[in-house]
């Protein structure tokens, strides 16, 4: 996605055209609205590649005090542990949220792709938001 290693889908939703003869022209082509975050940072893996590590979030971000919505997958409550992958990791450490959470862990060991990781396109039928971790 022009250049972003592991974008992250924040919310998509159908468009609709509301107009019956237009409708009726680019039939059966249908739109999408799509909203992602993307990051440049050099460190991030094609895969969301498990390391074991983790992140609280402390609730300091403004308006955000119970929780923070990272993308469409990752909702990470206030003073809960949540299981990350090292690319999430590194979107929260290395961006403006690093001070908004503690980090346990490291890079030191790698146990595989983050269960449950794979990505979907909201361009796709039936598509429901997913990321990794």
Known sequence: MAGFTDPRLVTHRPITIENPALEATVAPLKFTSATYRLWKLADLESDCEDYGQAVIYKGTIE???????????????????????????????????????????????????????????????????????
């Open 63 to 133: 308006n955000c005090p119970h929780g923070l919505a990272l993308d469409g997958h990752h909702w990470i409550e206030t003073g809960k542990v949540f299981p990350v992958c090292g690319n999430t990791w590194n979107m929260l450490a290395k961006t403006r949220f690093a001070g908004h959470f503690d980090f346990i862990g490291s890079f030191d060991t790698h146990y595989g792709i983050f269960e449950g990781c794979g990505a979907s396109s909201p361009f796709e039928a039936d598509a429901v938001a997913a990321s990794c971790c």
